[in-house]
């Protein structure tokens, strides 16, 4: 692809990085991008802040994208809906939810996913991202069979004149279990070998 790549990570925090290709080198530069402001986009969205905004100073976007930010939305709609919460950790939330088998666990799931195609959308604009947006982190294969029936995409599409656009910018799910270890051995490769 053409342009800059946002990549972003969701796992047990969020990461978000840009990727610059030129024709000599791979620049990759670090941001602190999963620590910008949750925005809310609808009524839905702006309970559940009013719920994270209850225990956190500061709502972030990666106390809503990440691994633990299901737990999070999990917990703010049974508050808003007076539903009883699931004790259980994690882990266990997450098979409910990609099971299908608490329709709670789902919605937030659902949630999860069109926070991340707004957040997706937003950098790729911030960043000049044309190039394209990876998704990769701990939760990428998990949301694998999630991603193309959610909102995801209409979120990423909803930014007003630009919409057209996004529509053009590729997106992809990183699906290796260690990409690190690719970067991490491409840097080496830039730096060192001739």
């Keep these: 692809p053409q342009g800059p790549i946002t990549v972003l990570g969701p796992g047990t925090g969020l990461g978000v990085a840009l990727l610059h290709r030129s024709p000599s080198r791979v620049t990759v530069i670090a941001t ?3 620590h910008i402001d949750f925005a809310p986009l609808d009524a839905i969205e702006d309970a559940i ?3 994270l905004r209850r225990r956190h100073r ?6 809503i994208v990440s ?3 299901l737990a999070n939305l999990y917990e703010a709609l049974a508050a808003i809906e007076g539903q009883p919460v699931l004790t259980g950790d994690d882990k266990a939330l997450w098979a409910l939810a990609l099971a299908g088998q608490d329709p709670l666990a789902t919605a937030a799931l659902d949630r999860l996913l069109l926070c991340l195609g707004a957040l997706a959308g937003d950098l790729a604009l911030a960043h000049g991202s044309f190039g394209g947006v990876a998704l990769a982190g701990g939760i990428g294969a998990r949301i694998a069979d999630h991603l193309p029936r959610s ?3 209409n979120r990423f599409r909803a930014k007003g004149r630009f919409e057209a656009r996004m529509a ?3 997106v992809k799910l990183v699906t290796h279990p260690q990409p690190g270890l690719y970067g991490a051995a491409a840097a080496f490769a830039q730096e060192h070998v001739r």
């Design 32 to 34: 602190e991008g999963g």
């Design 49 to 51: 802040l009013g719920q």
């Design 58 to 63: 500061r709502v972030s976007v990666e106390r």
């Design 67 to 69: 691994g633990p930010g």
């Design 151 to 153: 909102g995801f995409e």
């Design 168 to 170: 053009e910018i590729p």
